[in-house]
């Protein structure tokens, strides 16, 4: 017998870790037919990860009203999902009736994942603040800085252009004294 466990097509394939409202929604069949769920006697969820078996979850046959069938809603407890890290992790379903157990799949567990919420990400907290706040804080804390000695005063250096398109010209005295057209900018050099 080909044993299939299926998560149903609107089903979530992932939960974040200390959520007990996301329900998972499975289809169970047997060499492709659904399974008549409402014989059973019990059905538990168990779940394991690489390491191997972790912990399992009852299903209530009563839950099982209103489902098509081979349906079956799985709606983790807190007591699931305890302390259980961000990971992936597998799920089988094992249905006991009158013949015995049966487990679903028969091949390898169907497979879901655990992400972190928001508590359990890692990283540095980053604090918030308005633009106005921080400029005001960098305010106060240039004013607390010790201020030094004046430093000495710089040498001068080449006055820059009048005019937008102006040329100086950097000349002895001599130099100038020989222009016949004396209408530039004329800096006498010393």
């Known amino acids: 017998m080909d044993k299939k466990l299926e998560f149903t097509t609107k089903s979530p394939r992932q939960i974040k870790q200390g959520d007990t409202e ?5 289809i169970c069949k047997s060499d ?7 014989k059973a006697t019990s059905i538990t969820a168990k779940i394991g990860n690489v390491s191997g078996y972790l912990r399992s979850q009852p299903i209530a046959i009563t839950s099982l009203t209103g489902l098509k069938p081979g349906w079956l809603n799985l709606q983790p407890t807190s007591t699931l999902m305890a302390g259980l890290p961000a990971g992936n992790y597998q799920l089988e379903i094992w249905v006991t009736d009158q013949a015995g157990t049966s487990i679903y799949p ?5 497979g879901f994942t655990i992400t972190n919420n928001i508590e359990n990400s890692s990283g540095a907290s980053i604090t918030t603040i308005a633009f ?5 804080a960098m305010n106060k804390a240039a004013s607390t800085i010790a201020k030094g000695d004046k430093g000495d ?11 937008k398109d102006a040329v100086v010209n950097v000349v002895t005295q001599a130099q100038y004294n020989a222009l016949t057209d004396k209408s530039g900018l004329y800096v006498i050099q010393g």
């Open 22 to 26: 996301t329900t998972f929604t499975f």
């Open 32 to 38: 492709g037919s659904a399974v008549d769920l409402t």
């Open 106 to 110: 028969s091949d390898e567990p169907l």
């Open 132 to 136: 106005d706040d921080f400029v005001q």
């Open 153 to 163: 005063k710089g040498d001068i250096g080449p006055q820059g252009p009048a005019g």
